[in-house]
């Protein structure tokens, strides 16, 4: 199954901009890489933080 992020922020109900910036972001922070087919998240523990964040 081939997800755009279009596709991926439908799913989990987000505007695709909001998403796309999302991404962005913590590419910036280097939490995640992405390449044209992929998203790798490189910091688990950075990224559970920034989540835990964004929650409360």
Do not use: H
């Not at 590419?27 to 835990?52: F, H, N």
């Amino acid at each position: 199954m081939k997800l755009t992020q279009e596709g991926m922020a439908e799913n989990i109900g987000m505007p695709s901009l909001n998403f796309r910036r999302g991404l962005r972001r913590l590419r910036e922070s280097k939490i995640i890489t992405t390449s044209r087919r992929d998203i790798e998240v490189i910091d688990w523990p950075a990224l559970y933080l920034t989540i835990a964040v964004q929650i409360c």
